[in-house]
């Protein structure tokens, strides 16, 4: 096993040629070229990742004697990697579920790749693979994203290159705390290349990332940059998206949200943190209000309040101090009708931005609801984690979801 650690950085190399008698017994780049192209006479072909001798024997080998073509036979054309791992199982779900057989929507689990149902090779035909139709996927990314790109890449390759340096020391829990947040990044990363993101966008995510995991993991100092800078970097996105006027309601609630943070990160000022988030949540539903009538749908008014009640009795049956149960029945009654009129909004526009903001509402519930858990009724396991995860999750999905077009213009 250990022998086969550095094997698979050098030979993913167009550099290196044949090597002669080395290719005749060992994966060299030459034959595991042969693996990874996407040629017909290629497919399947050269499995040995230390001795290639296995394939000859077993009559998978081939010699590389044509141009290797790179890549997939369905074009990803994606540089997300989750999606590079998750869409060939969607593409299976998807077969098992629209085929007519039962047996054939086990089988499909189970047969070689690509292999499909007679009847949906017939229903929904799939063009014939054709090697010289094969592009190089290469969105466009102007000359400031390929440098941030590359930066990126180069600060994940050495916290990578850090976190298996230290892998074997670490818990599991610490330890999938951290490869969660490297796989973020990764994932920023290939969506800023793509266009999907933002540069500022990108810094947002990684700082939530970053004050979350930190936060997880003790590292408590580290924590305290992150976490207002997060709120920081986020009040910057807006003013350099939008005008003064449209954003300035949204400005309200981040800078009311970033004095809560300060706040609750301070022993002893609870009070002022929850009295900055009952102002940020007031800007909200100011924010929701705009060009729509008060709480229009029922339903959406009444489940908020409703989960809020059933919430605000289990934190007083578990212990809220008296002189708390005002401000924290306050706070649950304004948290509550800041998503009922998030949700009821995006009843009526029915459009991505307002979704968005609605499910980032019911986000801020969430971790709310976590946080007063975690504080009045009973510790929770890695408290940090379940709480400042829903809370950044909502803070972004509510800018990103205002600052489309589609809702930021409406009034």
């Not at 969506?191 to 004050?211: D, K, Y």
């Not at 007063?372 to 829903?390: G, R, Y």
Request: charged share 15%; aromatic share 12%.
């Amino acid at each position: 096993m250990s022998g086969d650690r550095p094997s698979p950085f050098w030979v993913h190399t167009e550099h290196v040629g044949k090597l002669g008698w080395f290719d005749r017994w060992f994966c060299s780049p030459s034959n595991h070229r042969v693996h990874h192209a996407v040629n017909d006479r290629y497919l399947d072909r050269n499995y040995g990742g230390i001795l290639i001798v296995w394939d000859r024997l077993f009559g998978s080998f081939r010699e590389e004697d044509e141009r290797c073509v790179y890549g997939t036979r369905s074009p990803l054309e994606s540089w997300d990697p989750l999606w590079a791992n998750a869409e060939v199982y969607w593409a299976l779900l998807q077969d098992s579920w629209q085929t007519r057989r039962w047996r054939d929507k086990l089988r499909v689990w189970f047969k070689p790749p690509g292999w499909r149902p007679a009847d949906l090779a017939q229903r929904f035909p799939r063009p014939a693979f054709d090697l010289a139709a094969v592009r190089r996927y290469d969105p466009p990314a102007g000359r400031a994203v390929q440098w941030f790109g590359a930066l990126q890449f180069l600060l994940l390759l050495a916290g990578s290159v850090f976190f298996l340096w230290h892998a074997d020391t670490l818990a599991l829990a610490p330890a999938a705390v951290w490869l969660a947040a490297l796989t973020a990044g990764l994932w920023c990363t290939g969506a800023v290349l793509q266009g999907r993101l933002s540069m500022a966008e990108v810094l947002l995510i990684e700082a939530a990332v970053l004050s979350t995991a930190c936060a997880t993991t003790g590292l408590l100092e580290l924590h305290r940059v992150f976490k207002p800078l997060t709120l920081l970097i986020a009040i910057y996105l807006v003013a350099r998206t939008s005008s003064v006027k449209s954003s300035a309601l949204l400005q309200l609630a981040l800078t009311a949200s970033l004095a809560g943070d300060v706040f609750l990160m301070l022993p002893g000022y609870f009070i002022p943190g929850l009295v900055s988030f009952l102002c940020a949540h007031l800007a909200y539903i100011a924010l929701f209000k705009r060009g729509q009538a008060w709480f229009p749908n029922r339903r959406a008014l009444l489940i908020p309040l409703g989960f809020g009640a059933v919430m605000y009795a289990v934190l007083w049956a578990g212990g809220l101090p008296v002189g708390l149960r005002g401000p924290v029945a306050a706070y649950v009654l304004v948290i509550a009708l800041m998503a009922a009129q998030a949700v009821g909004r995006a009843v009526v526009l029915r459009d991505t931005g307002a979704v968005l903001v609605a499910v980032g509402a019911g986000f801020f519930m969430l971790s709310d609801t976590l946080l007063a858990l975690n504080k009045f009724v009973t510790p929770l396991p890695l408290a940090p984690l379940w709480v400042l995860a829903p809370y950044y999750a909502a803070q972004l999905l509510i800018v990103r979801g205002l600052l489309t077009a589609t809702t930021l213009n409406r009034r």
